[in-house]
């Protein structure tokens, strides 16, 4: 199994990225698909999640500036962040969880500049 991030760099404040996790190993469509995220000296904390129904969960802080979505034709996930803020500098983590696993990427570097 594999969970590759990707997209993750340094913008300006106000700017957006667009993060992607490519996973592999995994019938991909039966899992809760979860970006999480971790600054430095911080505990990790959900940022959305996206279950294989395709519902959504947000965590209070994004306050609707990021939106999650899956394509299980190409086994991805995308974390889309606008109104990006220095606060939300971290290490952003894929997670794939069902009842048969719960998997981690090992994360992009996301660094937002004031």
């Known amino acids: 199994v594999q969970l590759v991030e990707s997209g993750g760099g340094l913008v300006q404040a106000g700017g957006s990225l667009r993060l992607s996790c490519v996973a592999s190993?995994?019938?991909?469509?039966?899992?809760?698909m979860v970006w999480y995220r971790q600054s430095p000296g911080k505990r990790s904390e959900l940022v959305a999640q996206i279950y294989s129904t395709g519902l959504t969960d947000y965590a209070d802080f994004q306050n609707s500036r990021f939106t999650i979505s899956r394509d299980n034709a190409e086994n991805t996930v995308y974390l889309q962040m606008n109104r990006l803020e220095p606060e939300d500098t971290a290490v952003y983590y894929c997670?794939?969880?069902?009842?048969?696993?719960?998997?981690w990427g090992r994360g992009t570097q996301v660094t937002i500049s004031s």
């Open positions: 190993g995994i019938s991909f469509n039966l899992y809760t």
């Open positions: 997670n794939a969880k069902s009842k048969s696993g719960n998997f």
